[in-house]
């Protein structure tokens, strides 16, 4: 078997196109632009190409983007000051703290000072036990574009057998939360799970989120199987900086029913659920209906 490929650039770039329309009916309708801030404290340099893509895909969709460039050296008073007058103003109905933080820095603090209502990451305390408990919630925008090429794919995912390898609170448990909202059967495994490729030839679905390059072989897939690789991981192979995922494409491919690539697959889906949200956000704020086809 040959697996169908995918394509996440395709879909991502769909999606922006949607939030585009959405956003020029409710600058004509309603005088309003969305607002996304991004916040990037020190000089990271993955982190600034993350920051430039998102302000240049923001305006790109016509809305406002607001970025913050902070020093490395920032305070964590300065920035949360810097987050009260984000969640103060009426112009910015998102805001993004661009991770990792420089070490000096409390994370979670900094996460939970943002309004859950501006949330566009989805990684507020108030928004992740929204989201457990099955309300309206901000969802993390990887697994929310995993979710929307996964029901894309399948229709519907009801009584799907759903194996998500990794646990982080980025990916891997709103992604499972995500499928549970679905009327999948999940399972999260990873690591230190016992007989993980016995575990993972269960799954109709696959999500990889494990953080290891190519960790995922053929040996792991169900025959059909449908594999999300939300790994992105730079490797040196034969003298080249080579972008690899978490499955080992080659091999998964020749089992699976589908596939998401890297590059080219789960990657360019994140902005584009993060203007989703944006735009989420906004029309909550507003009082107006949300978009269909571009929330959980
Ligand atoms: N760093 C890498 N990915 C992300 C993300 O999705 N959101 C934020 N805030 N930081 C990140």
Redesign the pocket.
């Given at each position: 078997m040959t697996a169908k490929i995918i394509d996440g650039k395709a879909f991502a770039a769909n999606i922006r196109g949607q939030v585009a329309t959405h956003v020029a009916r409710l600058k004509a309708d309603h005088g309003i632009t969305p607002g996304l801030a991004?916040v990037l404290v020190g000089e990271d340099p993955?982190?600034e190409v993350?920051v430039r893509s998102k302000g240049k895909q923001t305006a790109e969709a016509g809305m406002n983007s607001y970025e913050h460039k902070l020093d490395a050296n920032t305070s964590e008073a300065d920035l949360l000051t810097l987050i009260a007058k984000l969640n103060a103003d009426p112009a910015v109905h998102g805001i993004?703290?661009?991770?990792?933080l420089p070490g000096h820095l409390n994370s979670d603090l900094v996460?939970n000072a943002i309004d859950p209502a501006k949330d566009v990451?989805g990684?507020h305390i108030s928004n992740v036990g929204l989201l457990g408990t099955g309300q309206k919630s901000m969802v993390?925008?990887?697994p929310l574009g995993c979710l929307m090429m996964l029901r894309d794919h399948h229709g519907k995912l009801s009584g799907l057998n759903a194996v998500v390898v990794g646990r982080s609170n980025?990916v891997g448990k709103p992604m499972a939360q995500l499928l549970l909202g679905d009327s999948c059967t999940v399972t999260i495994a990873h690591s230190r799970t016992k007989d993980l490729p016995e575990v993972c030839r269960r799954a109709d679905i696959l999500v990889a989120a494990v953080g290891r390059p190519e960790m995922i072989t053929g040996e792991y897939v169900r025959p059909g199987a449908t594999v999300i690789d939300v790994g992105i991981n730079r490797i040196e192979r034969d003298g080249k900086t080579k972008l690899v995922g978490d499955a080992h494409f080659e091999s998964c491919a020749a089992v699976a029913g589908a596939i998401t690539p890297v590059p080219g697959g789960v990657g360019p889906m994140?902005i584009a659920c993060?203007l989703a949200n944006t735009l989420t956000a906004c029309c909550r704020a507003n009082g107006l209906p949300e978009p269909d086809g571009l929330t959980a």
């Open positions: 991004v993955a982190s993350y993004l703290v661009q991770l990792p996460i990451d990684f993390p925008c990887t980025i994140t993060l």
